[in-house]
């Protein structure tokens, strides 16, 4: 076989090149491939990893979960595949002795690229900005269902202003169908008031007042209200259990705390 010399660097010549296997097409199966199977794989197991949604926050959390990790894996899948192909067909044992084909631009694979990650980039600030919205829209109404809720070591304790009742239990009640807003402030260090299934996660700062936006449970069931901030030793001790409840049953509770329905 016959080498060209151009520039005093060898170059293959064009029937050399005509051999060369069709790397480019390999990759982009194999990218195309299990991007797929990735995609189809995390749909069917991510019920299982992800709570239900119980809330009308808890809906665009988890759709917004499912739909980032959906763009996250083709991504990922096309790092790992060029990766693993340079190094299984590319890589030598012994330090090469030719210098290697020098790389020729391709502007139509440049804007390609830029064109991909520009759009992809650019979808998910809307789409960022579409969900922030639809969380924080809601207004405080009349009809909205106030809880102050205080942090410190190692429990929380919960206020309804609108019922005169302050109490400290292992159970928040909550009416379902009902817009609530929670209030949250901390009486020590920084603790984090999450409960994940209704879509509620807020930063609970000491001499400070901040709130989630207004959410509206929609599945009655129980659930958990977590710290989830690093806050000492019994962090992981602090939480309560979360109970949404018909109205019926939210009003003889607060009935029983005390309260006036």
Same mark, same amino acid.
């Given at each position: 076989?016959?080498?060209?010399?151009?520039?005093?660097?060898?170059?293959?010549?064009?029937?050399?090149? @005509?051999?060369?296997? $069709?790397?480019?097409?390999?990759?982009?199966?194999?990218?195309?491939? /299990?991007?797929?199977? *990735?995609? &189809?794989?995390?749909?069917?197991?991510?019920?299982?990893?992800?709570?239900?949604?119980?809330?009308?926050?808890?809906?665009?959390?988890?759709?917004?979960?499912?739909?980032?990790?959906?763009?996250?894996?083709?991504?990922?899948?096309?790092?790992?595949?060029?990766?693993?192909?340079?190094?299984?067909?590319?890589?030598?044992?012994?330090?090469?002795?030719?210098?290697?084909?020098?790389?020729?631009?391709?502007? @139509?694979?440049?804007? $390609?690229?830029?064109?991909?990650?520009?759009?992809?980039?650019?979808? /998910?600030?809307?789409? *960022?900005? &579409?969900?922030?919205?639809?969380?924080?829209?809601?207004?405080?109404?009349?009809?909205?269902?106030?809880?102050?809720?205080?942090?410190?070591?190692?429990?929380?304790?919960?206020?309804?202003?609108?019922?005169?009742?302050?109490?400290?239990?292992?159970?928040?009640?909550?009416?379902?169908?009902?817009?609530?807003?929670?209030?949250?402030?901390?009486?020590?260090?920084?603790?984090?008031?999450?409960?994940?299934?209704?879509?509620?996660?807020?930063?609970?700062?000491?001499?400070?007042?901040?709130?989630?936006?207004?959410?509206?449970?929609?599945?009655?069931?129980?659930?958990?209200?977590?710290?989830?901030?690093?806050?000492?030793?019994?962090?992981?001790?602090?939480?309560?259990?979360?109970?949404?409840?018909?109205?019926?049953?939210?009003?003889?509770?607060?009935?029983?705390?005390?309260?006036?329905?």
């Amino acid at each position: 076989m016959a080498d060209n010399i151009e520039g005093g660097m060898i170059s293959p010549t064009p029937a050399e090149v @005509g051999h060369e296997p $069709g790397h480019f097409r390999r990759v982009v199966i194999a990218w195309v491939v /299990l991007s797929i199977v *990735g995609i &189809v794989i995390w749909n069917i197991v991510a019920p299982f990893i992800i709570p239900p949604s119980a809330s009308n926050i808890a809906n665009t959390d988890n759709l917004t979960i499912n739909i980032l990790t959906d763009l996250a894996i083709p991504v990922a899948m096309f790092v790992f595949v060029f990766l693993a192909y340079s190094v299984l067909f590319f890589r030598t044992r012994e330090r090469p002795t030719e210098d290697p084909v020098p790389l020729k631009p391709r502007p @139509g694979l440049q804007i $390609g690229w830029l064109g991909f990650t520009g759009a992809l980039c650019l979808f /998910l600030f809307v789409w *960022g900005m &579409v969900a922030n919205y639809e969380e924080t829209a809601a207004a405080v109404t009349p009809s909205t269902l106030i809880v102050n809720v205080t942090a410190q070591q190692w429990y929380w304790s919960f206020q309804y202003p609108q019922y005169g009742i302050s109490i400290s239990s292992q159970t928040i009640e909550l009416p379902a169908n009902r817009p609530v807003k929670f209030f949250v402030t901390s009486e020590d260090v920084l603790h984090g008031f999450a409960i994940r299934d209704l879509g509620v996660r807020i930063d609970a700062n000491p001499g400070e007042m901040t709130s989630t936006p207004v959410v509206t449970p929609t599945v009655i069931g129980n659930y958990t209200v977590n710290c989830v901030e690093m806050c000492g030793l019994l962090h992981s001790y602090m939480w309560e259990a979360v109970s949404v409840v018909n109205t019926n049953d939210f009003n003889t509770w607060i009935t029983s705390q005390g309260g006036h329905p």
